[in-house]
């Protein structure tokens, strides 16, 4: 009996609610709404993407990165010397080499770092990235270095849609397909009872391992499905953008997606929706508006969520609906 309650709680989880169609309403409505940023818009979805691959392990597993950048460098380099060097343009193919390359190296990195907890792990986490970095950049002939791999170009996506180079229309819908594809992927994961697992160890350690589970093997294979998500974004990055440089593999962005996650709210699935959104946006509007001190307001707005939101948006959002319920309930 408690099993079939523990069942039907779980199928209950997995249902989707209404409000869940609102991201991806937005999401369409932008496309026609701001026909002249969709290469912007393209560049957000990608970086929900990326967020929601950190999201599964610092959000549901309670593994602490500084460097996924790593995993979304990985992918991006994949894509980008294949088609440099081997002509493989196909795009959905080479998404499909970029998780595969990014989840391998997430996977023996993860045999090795996930040893470790707290400060030593994030420590570990930063020091693959860079050790990424430096590969990338000393194997020139390769990943062209410093200056990194220009001028790529890819194949019809399905032989039917050419990517526009001018507009972005063909890769904002191609991105954000392939978003919602990984979303339901990693929804599920987290909804099973393997992500429920995950969330058990991130809240009691000690006690998931005092029932006997395989604590370290479900945190391995958790940071090396989210080394492909990110990968597949690293991968997607290089196929919009038609390049791939260092940037990929830089701090900047390992720090940006964690940015995006305290602003949105990370372990609540939506945040790198809210998170990307706001913080993409602010920072376009800030380095329109005063181009040399734009990091200042960005600074100014963190200080003020882990003041005041420490969940993020989203966290405020159910503190703020939890308490009117409060008033009502009175």
């Keep these: ?103 391998a190296v997430g996977l023996v990195s993860g045999l090795v770092l996930l040893r470790t907890t707290g400060l030593t792990l994030l420590m570990l986490t930063l020091c693959t990235m860079t050790l990424l970095e430096q590969a990338a950049n000393m194997g020139a002939a390769w990943t062209g270095g410093f200056d990194g791999i220009p001028g790529l170009s890819f194949g019809k996506i399905l032989g039917l849609f050419s990517f526009d180079v001018l507009y972005f229309r063909s890769q904002y819908l191609y991105v954000l397909t392939v978003l919602l594809i990984c979303f339901l992927i990693a929804r599920t994961l987290i909804y099973s009872s393997f992500g429920q697992s995950l969330t058990g160890v991130r809240e009691n ?35 919009a953008t038609g390049f791939v440089n260092l940037a990929v593999l830089g701090l900047e962005r390992a720090a940006g997606v964690l940015i995006v996650l305290i602003l949105g709210g990370y372990g609540r699935l939506y945040g790198a929706f809210v998170g990307a959104v706001a913080y993409m946006v602010l920072e376009h509007f800030l380095a329109k508006a005063y181009p040399t001190a734009w990091q200042l307001g960005i600074g100014i707005v963190l200080v003020v969520v882990a003041l005041y939101a420490r969940n993020g948006i989203l966290g405020l959002a159910e503190t703020l609906r939890g308490k009117r319920r409060q008033r009502s309930a009175s």
């Design 1 to 103: 009996m408690a099993s079939f309650t523990a069942a039907e709680q779980l199928a209950r989880r997995h249902r989707f609610q209404w409000w869940e169609t609102l991201p991806w309403i937005a999401a369409l409505a932008a496309f026609f709404a701001f026909p002249n940023y969709l290469a912007f818009g393209t560049q957000v979805l990608i970086t929900i993407l990326f967020a929601l691959s950190v999201d599964l392990v610092l959000g549901y597993a309670g593994i602490v990165t500084l460097g996924h950048a790593a995993f979304f460098g990985a992918g991006a380099y994949t894509v980008g010397m294949l088609a440099s060097h081997f002509g493989w343009t196909e795009p959905l193919s080479g998404l499909l080499a970029a998780a595969l390359v990014a989840g």
């Design 205 to 239: 350690l000690l006690r998931m391992h005092a029932v006997g589970a395989p604590v370290r093997a479900r945190l391995v294979i958790a940071y090396a499905i989210s080394a492909a998500l990110a990968g597949v974004a690293g991968g997607l990055f290089t196929q």
